[in-house]
Nanobody, 124 residues
Framework: QAQLAESGGGSVQAGGSLRLLCQAPGYPLKNLCTAWFRQAPGTDREYVARLSAYGVKTYADRVKGRFTISLDNANNTLYLDMNNLEPEDTAVYYC??????????????????WGQGTQVTVSS
């Protein structure tokens, strides 16, 4: 089972930017479907973006055009670049992976491996 670790969260004002990182030592992310989810207090874990092993990227409508998912193969690091942040983006962000090359589904149940999460807080 992959050990995923997120970093890069923090507090920003609305309109600001953050870059989240997800690392998985010894577990090549390039061969997997990887994704970012987020969870605000009192809500279900919500799909944000996903990246297949073939380079296909998809985004939730709420973040499309503002967030970018990418993978640095050399450093085995998954990124989520978040621009023009809104207070509604405040949540704990999680990276996830599944042992399939193609991505199927948009729910947390489709992913087996998870990080511990990193907090993102956007103030108005």
């Amino acid at each position: 089972q992959a050990q995923l670790a997120e970093s890069g969260g923090g507090s920003v004002q609305a309109g600001g930017s953050l870059r989240l990182l997800c690392q998985a030592p010894g577990y090549p992310l390039k061969n997997l479907c990887t994704a970012w989810f987020r969870q605000a207090p009192g809500t279900d874990r919500e799909y944000v973006a996903r990246l297949s092993a073939y380079g296909v990227k998809t985004y939730a409508d709420r973040v499309k055009g503002r967030f970018t998912i990418s993978l640095d193969n050399a450093n085995n690091t998954l990124y989520l670049d978040m621009n023009n942040l809104e207070p509604e983006d405040t949540a704990v962000y999680y990276c996830a992976a599944t042992k399939q090359a193609w991505c199927y589904g948009f729910t947390a149940a489709n992913y087996e491996d998870w990080g511990q999460g990193t907090q993102v807080t956007v103030s108005s």
